[in-house]
């Protein structure tokens, strides 16, 4: 089986993915918090890993792959609180049942295939309360007052994958940081399992009375029951290494005995002109935003283009009054869907009389699966395999250009490689998947409705330069071209008529 290397947070160096059991995986990524939208932040952090379960797939692992859902916490409550106050009565539950299906229905949009399993924290209550029982046997778990709180001290290991001492790791270890629980605390760095709550607040009744579970502890319960106790792998966020992952391996590692993740892989942060997008900032913004003005596959190409690990940073135009006129790099990123989708349909097209038996197959056309498959390999370089992608595409164009020439022929061998190589790009990167027509067809008129320009106007303008050309009225034909021109419109004059385009 090829060797995949992956960089290693916890050894802070690349290193072969070598999992438990030979030929299987199990990972298992940190999903999200539904108490609003899906963010650009997300967008980047699920392709990441829908990209890594596609290429572990690819090389013939057998995968487990586990993305939860944070269906109970604070911010969900504090969210149908404010429900309530704008007029929209809506329990924590229902809201967070609405923000899951929108998370997934923005994942599905963006290419994203569905997790294997998806466990919700509000299906693992009994799997939580036994998990914080049995620290507490141990001895690396306290009551207080309502609440449990891991002992860190109790936990020699404390501090390894964020590589700092536990004195620089105190401040807002447990979530809660507020004087009162601060009192509740045997040392600042102990963090809640188990908060406590008021009987008509939102929980679940435990051994230590009312109340809801810590934030941490949710993913130790889960990932150990649909994983169990050691994990091949465990993602997430780079934001994620503290506090959440660090007091994962403390609760984990403590109650189970054993290493929790054997492998651990963090991806950089979404950055607004240069700076971590955040709603403090006022730069956040949604995937749905995003999508309301390109295809959510320029969005998943896109965060392609950049190592995984590294920050990805975009820029927002705004016009003189401070309204946004666009996103550069997703705008870039639609042109190049576009582009490769034109190339899918051109080698789609090609007249089969043209092709023959015999004759060279470009390097662009004969490389791609193998350089697109090593750039996965090698940390999932995914600017490695989109540089591969740019060499195919040109090499098709030119396949194509070729059969169109006078006497032109291209080797079949070449067709049957090109065509590979789009599967490939599909099953690897999830790009290149959808019917060309109709994401062509809402690339153009979403441009055709920002310039002004009605479609029917365009058609009709064409059917008029048809009809001139055909009654040998060049003049009026050229004249009507120029208007279209001018408007802004590229015609492609080809076997089955005109067709048009709106260049971005």
């Not at 490689?417 to 153009?444: S, V, W």
Request: with cysteine; aromatic share 8%.
């Amino acid at each position: 089986m090829t060797q995949i290397s992956l960089y290693n947070t916890l050894t802070s160096k690349k290193e072969p993915f070598a999992p438990q059991v030979p030929g299987e995986a199990r990972i298992y990524v940190c999903g999200p918090t539904v108490y609003d939208f899906a963010h650009v932040g997300h967008a980047r952090c699920y392709i990441i890993y829908d990209v890594l379960a596609r290429h572990l797939r690819q090389r013939g692992l057998k995968l487990s792959y586990v993305r939860n859902i944070t269906d109970v916490d604070d911010k969900i409550v504090n969210r149908a609180k404010e429900s309530s106050l704008s007029g929209k009565s809506e329990t924590p539950t229902e809201l967070a049942a609405r923000f899951t299906a929108h998370f997934q229905d923005d994942m599905r949009a963006l290419g994203n295939i569905d997790p294997d399993i998806e466990p919700k924290v509000s299906d693992h209550i009994p799997e939580i309360i036994a998990f914080i029982e049995g620290l507490i046997r141990k001895g690396n778990a306290y009551a207080s007052q309502g609440d449990v709180y891991f002992d860190v001290p109790s936990f020699e290991g404390y501090g390894k994958l964020s590589h700092r001492p536990v004195e620089a790791l105190v401040e807002g270890a447990s979530g809660r940081t507020n004087a009162e629980e601060t009192k509740r605390k045997k040392h600042p760095a102990d963090f809640a399992l188990w908060k406590g709550q008021d009987a008509a607040e939102w929980g679940w009744a435990s051994p230590w009375g009312h109340g809801r579970p810590g934030w941490h502890i949710e993913c130790s319960a889960m990932s150990c029951k649909h994983c169990g106790p050691t994990l091949d792998l465990h993602g997430g966020g780079l934001d994620l290494v503290f506090p959440h992952h660090e007091n994962e391996i403390a609760q984990s590692e403590a109650g189970n005995g054993v290493t929790l993740a054997r492998h651990w892989m963090h991806n950089g942060f979404v950055e607004v002109d240069k700076e971590k997008m955040s709603k403090s900032l006022g730069n956040f913004f949604t995937a749905r935003e995003i999508f309301h003005r390109y295809e959510p596959e320029a969005l998943r190409f896109a965060m392609m283009t950049v190592h995984y690990r590294s920050p990805l940073s975009f820029d927002v135009t705004l016009d003189e009054a401070g309204n946004i006129l666009g996103f550069p790099l997703f705008e870039d990123g639609e042109k190049r869907v576009e582009y490769m989708y034109e190339t899918r349909e051109r080698l789609l097209a090609i007249d089969p009389l043209r092709i023959v038996e015999t004759g060279e197959v470009a390097e662009g056309i004969a490389r791609f699966v193998e350089q697109l498959g090593a750039s996965l390999d090698d940390d999932l370089n995914m600017p490695l395999g989109i540089a591969a992608l740019s060499g195919l595409l040109a090499a098709t164009n030119e396949l194509v250009e070729q059969s169109r020439r006078k006497k032109g022929t291209v080797a079949r061998a070449a067709v049957d490689e090109a065509k590979r190589g789009f599967e490939k790009l599909g099953e690897e990167l999830g790009l290149g998947t959808q019917d060309a027509t109709a994401l062509l067809l809402r690339i153009r008129t979403r441009r055709a409705a920002k310039r002004g320009v009605r479609p029917e106007d365009v058609e009709a303008k064409i059917a008029a330069r048809r009809d001139a050309r055909d009654a040998r009225e060049f003049a009026k034909a050229d004249g009507l071209r120029d208007e279209l021109v001018a408007m802004g419109i590229e015609l492609m004059d080809g076997a089955a008529g005109t067709t048009w385009r709106i260049p971005g």
